[in-house]
């Protein structure tokens, strides 16, 4: 992403009040457009350019206008992506990403940034080619704007519109990753100042690369017929036009980081630790490595801005943390002695003034490595500053104690459930930035529990919907370009469904997704074998991470799995309740009825009365948490036995396995928690944190993936300490569909006092407890005309909407 209108402010990312305005919700509130509306504009593109090899397009369209109009309504979309412009200022960019039969446009009004007189609309347009995220679907390089105007006042495409290919920015193969790793997050990027047109964003551009736009079908037996289409129309391209339900991604101005350390050869100039909050000059035939440090992950736009230095070549490595010579993290604060590896940048000045470099897509690090070494001249790094992106959540929840560590799991929490949230769900920002459905589940509870917001979590429930292949499953993750199939996923895809019913007033989407719920189920009753168990299933059957050379879900000589058949036992759980509300009366009782079989085949099978647990297959040669975690959750176990197996795996942290037990990974535990809550345990909730406590002197900023050396440093699935805090120790939950109305049920573990708040869909819950002695004081206050009831040790009392006040005993 060129950002030359930055310009005029390198020593820093200082916006106009328009520009401001613009990236951080310019975009026109996204009313629904009519399903099957009707285009007039069309799809363009290069009239030579290799359309499906990697690509960067810049787009311009000019626009008199006798006076600057109240508002001016474009759509917008791209294939992969584009970046909007309006007289040099950044507008937009796009689109959210989707698949070819729900290809996403985006919405803006233009008229903060349009003037009396001449106007220049333009558009830089991207194809990493074979090179993309494995998250971009893709058919091939276009662009399409419609505008609402008519007549003289109208831009949409391709009337007047012009192209050029920049051949100054081009992706970088394999080598930009500077250690070997399953990177699926994209290229890193190159810019070639030398070859760059710095001036295609200026009215005074007037290179012969410009020409009349073309049609991207020119391969077509229709090659001039490109008009676009919705969805739900067939037409003579590929893209499935559906408007992009979501508020455009943050772009807020952050810090790049602090230089922490200078590694060069030779001696080190005064002063130099004091970039970027200073300018650098770097004598010719210097060769030196900057690394900053920002003290907490981020995922930005980094901004570098210089000056001279002909010959100069800049890498810039982004990493989550630092390396020691084996390869280790560790300490994450510790700098000493240990490397940034990872994705890497490459800049190329060309000796000109004022040269910004900009990647088009963002970059995630807490440290920055900046490897420059200057040729014959002088390099001059004028500024280094960062555009902050991610989803726009709103932080509405609060959580506060006398346990500064719970604060802090809260504060790394939601930091980590915001850096993988973006225009989809994320499993981590850095690697892969795919949206899987056992990650989602996770984060779109956070999001409705912290934030208040459902448009994410509507768009993947979507989504996974809209994955679904003719045998009946979803995709473990979606969109992507590359199948991937974890069945269990499906089976999570339909708690997640439920746990929307439970939470949103809003059942439509549950309703909708009701024959992919059947197809699910459809597809596992195959392999339900007569004794209720499910025998083996194609593909990647994932439940959890866990220690190395083990497996999970194992099988027994017949091929049974236990723990398979018990995710398939909460899905047709779920379903039956769904059915039974929603949907089809028939389709709950057959829900239910394999409910009961499938649970008394589990423990007839797999219950081993010896250890007192529930083995991982029916040959019961291994035994995880796992398993007798959802067989609590799920009441396979008696009830009158289920606390006894809780106490007996709870001590049990990650990456351990005592007894030959498998432990679960910070991701399960959250099912851990919830069988805490099912049966009555949840005060013990607070000491099943210690796993996260324990990472806080290793001075962590995001939750990793797994116990150990784990490869990623921030995944939300191990963030869901800020959902638990709020729905078991502070209690707070929806006593039926829709969050209708209201349980709540603190459990304060050995907190005295505990204040919280927790989003509503009718306003804010908030709830304020103090213990004396055995006793309890709690002050609750409902919105709106929402009702419900309070329980604490036993006894149960009604509440009503506002305030109440309640002395338990």
Same mark, same amino acid.
């Given at each position: 992403m060129r950002r030359h209108e930055f310009t005029l402010c390198v020593a820093g990312l200082a916006l106009t009040a328009a520009a401001a305005h613009a990236q951080n919700g310019l975009q026109l509130d996204p009313q629904p457009d009519p399903p099957q509306r009707e285009w007039h504009a069309s799809w363009v593109t290069h009239p030579t350019a290799p359309l499906r090899e990697p690509l960067v397009l810049h787009f311009r369209r000019t626009l008199s206008l006798d006076a600057a109009p109240a508002s001016y309504p474009v759509r917008v979309s791209a294939d992969n992506r584009f970046i909007l412009y309006v007289n040099g200022q950044r507008v937009g960019d796009g689109p959210a990403r989707g698949d070819l039969a729900h290809w996403r446009y985006e919405r803006f009004d233009l008229a903060p940034f349009l003037h009396t007189g001449k106007n220049l609309v333009t558009a830089t347009v991207w194809d990493w080619g074979i090179f993309a995220p494995i998250a971009q679907m893709s058919d091939r390089t276009a662009f399409l704007l419609e505008s609402d105007a008519i007549g003289a006042d109208a831009i949409s495409t391709p009337d007047g519109w012009e192209v050029e290919m920049e051949p100054g920015h081009t992706p970088l193969d394999r080598a930009s990753v500077s250690f070997k790793t399953y990177m699926a997050a994209g290229p890193g990027e190159q810019i070639d100042a030398a070859k760059y047109d710095w001036n295609w964003n200026s009215p005074d551009d007037t290179s012969a690369a410009w020409v009349p736009v073309g049609s991207p079908m020119r391969d077509s037996i229709y090659p001039t017929v490109n008009k676009a289409h919705s969805a739900q129309v067939t037409g003579d391209n590929n893209w499935g036009l559906v408007p992009?339900?979501?508020?455009h991604m943050a772009y807020d101005p952050t810090s790049a980081g602090e230089v922490v350390r200078v590694d060069m050869i030779g001696a080190e100039q005064p002063g130099w630790n004091k970039f970027p909050a200073a300018p650098l000059t770097l004598p010719s035939g210097t060769h030196v490595h900057l690394l900053l440090d920002r003290k907490t992950l981020?995922?930005?736009?980094?901004?570098?801005?210089?000056?001279?230095?002909?010959?100069?070549?800049?890498?810039?490595?982004?990493?989550?943390?630092?390396?020691?010579?084996?390869?280790?993290?560790?300490?994450?604060? /510790?700098?000493?002695? $240990? !490397? #940034? &590896?990872?994705?890497?940048?490459?800049?190329?000045?060309?000796?000109?003034?004022?040269?910004?470099?900009?990647?088009?897509?963002?970059?995630?690090?807490?440290?920055?490595?900046?490897?420059?070494?200057?040729?014959?001249?002088?390099?001059?790094?004028e500024s280094l500053t960062a555009a902050f992106t991610a989803y726009p959540f709103q932080e509405r929840a609060s959580f506060t104690s006398d346990d500064a560590e719970l604060a802090?799991?809260? /504060?790394?929490?939601? $930091? !980590? #459930? &915001?850096?993988?949230?973006h225009e989809t769900y994320m499993d981590t920002p850095y690697y892969e930035q795919l949206q899987y459905v056992g990650d989602t589940r996770i984060q779109a509870l956070i999001s409705y529990a912290v934030a208040g917001d459902d448009r994410l979590a509507h768009q993947a429930l979507d989504a996974f919907n809209d994955s679904r292949i003719p045998e009946g499953l979803t995709r473990s993750r979606y969109p992507s370009s590359l199948p991937q199939s974890i069945p269990t996923f499906s089976l999570l895809w339909i708690g997640m469904l439920h746990d929307w019913w439970m939470y949103r007033p809003d059942p439509a989407p549950v309703r909708e997704a009701l024959p992919g719920i059947r197809s699910v189920l459809g597809w596992f009753a195959q392999y339900e074998q007569p004794d209720g168990l499910l025998h083996e299933t194609p593909w990647w059957s994932f439940?959890?991470?866990?220690q190395d050379k083990q497996v999970i879900p194992t099988y027994s000589k017949t091929g049974e799995s236990c723990m398979t058949t018990l995710e398939y036992l909460g899905a047709l759980d779920d379903a039956a309740d769904l059915e039974?509300?929603?949907?089809?009366?028939?389709?709950?009782?057959?829900?239910?009825?394999?409910?009961?079989?499938?649970?008394?085949?589990?423990?007839?099978?797999?219950?081993?009365?010896?250890?007192?647990?529930?083995?991982?297959?029916?040959?019961?040669?291994?035994?995880?948490?796992?398993?007798?975690?959802?067989?609590?959750?799920?009441?396979?176990?008696p009830k009158d036995q289920q606390q006894n197996v809780l106490r007996k795996i709870l001590a049990i942290e990650p990456g351990t396995t005592p007894d030959g037990i498998m432990s679960a990974s910070y991701y399960f535990r959250f099912y851990l928690a919830r069988a805490l809550d099912h049966v009555g345990m949840a005060d013990e909730y607070l000491q099943s944190l210690d796993p996260w406590r324990k990472l806080?002197?290793?001075?962590?900023?995001?939750?990793?993936?797994?116990?150990?050396?784990?490869?990623?440093?921030?995944?939300?699935?191990?963030?869901?300490?800020?959902?638990?805090?709020?729905t078991l120790v502070a209690g707070i939950e929806p006593a039926s569909p829709g969050f209708a109305t209201v349980r709540i049920a603190p459990h304060l573990g050995d907190l005295p006092a505990l204040t919280a708040s927790f989003p509503h869909p009718q306003g804010e819950i908030a709830v304020q407890y103090k213990r004396q002695g055995d006793s309890l004081d709690a002050t609750i206050t409902l919105p709106g005309t929402l009702a419900g009831h309070f329980e604490y040790h036993g006894r149960s009392w009604l509440l009503h909407a506002g305030l109440n006040q309640i002395h338990a005993q």
């Open positions: 992009d339900a979501l508020p981020t995922t930005a736009y980094p901004i570098l801005t210089v000056s001279g230095g002909k010959g100069a070549k800049i890498w810039l490595t982004y990493s989550e943390a630092l390396y020691d010579k084996n390869g280790h993290k560790g300490d994450r604060d /510790e700098v000493g002695n $240990r !490397t #940034a &590896r990872g994705l890497r940048d490459q800049f190329l000045p060309d000796g000109g003034l004022h040269r910004i470099f900009q990647p088009l897509w963002w970059r995630t690090w807490r440290y920055l490595d900046l490897d420059i070494e200057t040729g014959d001249e002088p390099l001059q790094l802090k799991i809260w /504060e790394i929490s939601w $930091r !980590t #459930a &915001r850096l993988d949230a439940i959890d991470w866990v039974k509300n929603l949907g089809d009366s028939v389709a709950s009782n057959r829900d239910h009825t394999r409910v009961v079989h499938v649970r008394s085949g589990i423990y007839d099978k797999c219950w081993n009365p010896q250890r007192g647990l529930i083995a991982d297959n029916p040959d019961q040669n291994i035994f995880s948490q796992q398993a007798n975690i959802l067989s609590v959750l799920y009441d396979v176990i806080l002197p290793l001075h962590f900023s995001t939750w990793p993936e797994i116990p150990g050396d784990t490869r990623s440093d921030s995944h939300a699935w191990s963030a869901h300490p800020i959902y638990d805090m709020l």
